[in-house]
């Protein structure tokens, strides 16, 4: 079995402020992790995944995420925020020879001028 | 530029009707899903496929059906719909890329936006 929580439904920042977006994780199996983002009135797309190799996982558009096995946990960060950032961001997880993935609620990102 | 369509794009029906929402990909995946995204649940799995012959519900199957009419085409169905599966519907696809090395990475189309009245 496998589940996710996303911690805040909805984050604000400033423009140029450090995103933090939280996820934490069950599985029992070692996990893949991913992060994708959905813009307004599009479809989800990826952001970064963790699948087991390195812990510090580097994505698009300057974000990235670090798996901590001690803390079930896959945060998202970006060091500062841009306007373009305005979106929403699920967290899912997924076990190997599973074939599918399970998602977050999500985490409506809102940036301030 | 290989893709995942659906069709339509959006759609307003009444109580009791029947719908098929379509999907298409050109990326070669084995493997199709059909999720519903209402605000605050986030995206909740109504069924799968692996292949053409592999079909298997997720966790919110009532009330829906699906066909996988070849591996690009995965359809989902409602045979009478309701106003509680007023929802934006989302069609993936994944790689199989074999045993343990699949990740299960996906791939998203554009959605649906479906209203019941």
Redesign the interface.
């Known amino acids: 079995a496998q589940s996710v929580t ?1 911690l805040g ?1 909805h984050v604000s920042v400033s423009e140029g402020a450090l995103v933090l977006l939280r996820c934490n994780y069950s599985s029992s199996v070692p996990p ?1 992790l ?1 992060w ?1 983002v959905q813009y307004p009135n ?5 952001l970064l ?1 963790y ?1 087991s190799a390195a812990t510090l996982v580097k994505g698009i558009n300057g974000f990235e995420a670090e798996f901590k096995k001690s803390e079930t946990s896959f945060h998202l960060t970006k060091p500062s925020a841009h306007m373009s950032d305005a979106a929403e961001y ?1 967290c ?1 997880v ?1 076990a ?11 985490t409506t990102l809102t940036v301030k001028p | 530029d290989a893709d ?1 369509t659906q069709t339509p794009r959006n759609r307003i029906t009444k109580t009791g009707k029947r719908i098929m929402l379509e999907c298409s990909q050109t990326k070669g995946h084995d ?1 199709m ?1 059909w ?1 519903r995204q209402d605000p ?6 109504i069924y ?1 496929s ?1 292949d053409v012959k592999d079909i298997n519900k ?1 966790e919110i199957s009532d009330g829906y059906s699906v066909s996988r009419q070849a591996q690009a085409k995965f359809s989902l169905s409602l045979e009478s719909a309701i106003p509680n599966q007023t929802a934006l519907y ?1 069609c ?1 696809t ?1 790689a ?1 890329k074999g ?2 090395a ?10 649906t936006r479906l209203t019941v009245l």
Not at chain 2, 40 to 45: A, I, K, V
Not at chain 2, 102 to 111: A, H, L, R, S
């Open positions: 996303q439904s893949y991913f994708y599009q479809g989800l797309q990826l995944k699948t699920f899912a997924s190997a020879t599973a074939g599918k993935s399970t998602f977050g609620d999500g | 995942v493997r899903y999720y605050g649940l986030g995206l909740r799995l799968y692996f997720g989302f993936a994944s199989r045993g343990l699949d990740n299960n990475e996906q791939f998203f189309g554009p959605g």
